[in-house]
């Protein structure tokens, strides 16, 4: 899950674009659950998606 601020920025960039405050409701109900379940929740926000990938990945220990 990227920062808030750059999820919003991607949206804006986005062909089809969500609007910023679905995008802020959505955002804002999945982080109260970071501090619950902290193992799921990862920052991509300065990561590509392949990288995000593959780090899940090698974490896992499924390479």
Not at 5 to 26: F, K, M, Q, S
Not at 50 to 55: D, P
């Amino acid at each position: 899950m990227p920062k808030k601020a750059i999820n919003l920025e991607r949206d804006r960039n986005r062909e089809y674009i969500v609007g910023a405050d679905r995008v802020a409701t959505c955002w804002e109900s999945f982080a109260k659950w970071e501090f619950k379940i902290p193992q799921i929740f990862y920052d991509n926000s300065n990561i590509l998606a392949i990288e995000m990938a593959k780090n899940i990945i090698e974490e896992q220990g499924l390479n």
